[in-house]
T-cell receptor, first 114, second 110 residues
Framework: EPEVTQTPSHQVTQMGQEVILRCVPISNHLYFYWYRQILGQKVEFLVSFYNNEISEKSEIFDDQFSVERPDGSNFTLKIRSTKLEDSAMYFC????????????FGPGTRLTVT | GQNIDQPTEMTATEGAIVQINCTYQTSGFNGLFWYQQHAGEAPTFLSYNVLDGLEEKGRFSSFLSRSKGYSYLLLKELQMKDSASYLCAVPSYGNNRLAFGKGNQVVVIP
């Protein structure tokens, strides 16, 4: 069964450093998403991406964040200058027909900012 | 905007039935999802309701009442592997985002 993959599974970085989280969505899906989940809290929407551009972003997704689909398979989330409060699990997801359809989540990247 | 409310935790015995409730407020309704999330893992899809009524899928059923802004997930014949957090999520109307509730932690004991 096709699945969303994410790398790395765990990333430790120092405050102020840039990180890039990588995702490979399911190949025939057209909509891609990033979510984050701070430990013990709810899953929060960050951004959705369709047709090579951001279609929606949340208030969390400020200028420190960017997304890119550099080739036909990868989908990346970059945090330019990490803060302590960026420590969270980051999930990538994809769906074939948009937000009202089942989203398939990757296993997540645990980001720890020290 | 969207507002989703779920109770936080419940404990139930193997073989029992539990009902997990979710109330929501949203400007425009575009369906409601239930996801299961085991600790430290990604959410996995359980069900999607867009019309009123009960949808049954094996041991899990989901109910929706649009007029009341209410849904529940029914877990029957509980198994130890059902110990997880159950999240309801509402897609925004006209926007491409999915809003999750805080989730309800179900602990299954022998």
């Amino acid at each position: 069964e096709p699945e969303v993959t994410q790398t790395p599974s765990h990333q430790v970085t120092q405050m102020g450093q840039e990180v890039i989280l990588r995702c490979v969505p399911i190949s025939n899906h057209l909509y891609f998403y990033w979510y984050r989940q701070i430990l013990g809290q709810k899953v929060e929407f960050l951004v959705s991406f369709y047709n090579n551009e951001i279609s929606e972003k949340s208030e969390i997704f400020d200028d420190q964040f960017s997304v890119e689909r550099p080739d036909g398979s990868n989908f990346t989330l970059k945090i330019r200058s990490t803060k302590l409060e960026d420590s969270a699990m980051y999930f990538c997801a994809s769906s074939d027909l948009g937000v009202s359809y089942e989203q398939y989540f990757g296993p997540g990247t645990r980001l720890t900012v020290t | 905007g969207q507002n989703i409310d779920q109770p936080t935790e419940m404990t139930a015995t193997e073989g029992a039935i539990v009902q997990i409730n979710c109330t929501y407020q949203t400007s425009g309704f575009n369906g409601l999802f239930w996801y299961q999330q085991h600790a430290g893992e990604a959410p996995t899809f359980l069900s999607y309701n867009v019309l009123d009524g009960l949808e049954e899928k094996g041991r899990f059923s989901s109910f929706l009442s649009r007029s009341k802004g209410y849904s529940y997930l029914l877990l029957k014949e509980l198994q130890m592997k059902d110990s997880a957090s159950y999240l309801c999520a509402v897609p925004s109307y006209g926007n491409n985002r999915l809003a999750f509730g805080k989730g309800n932690q179900v602990v299954v004991i022998p």
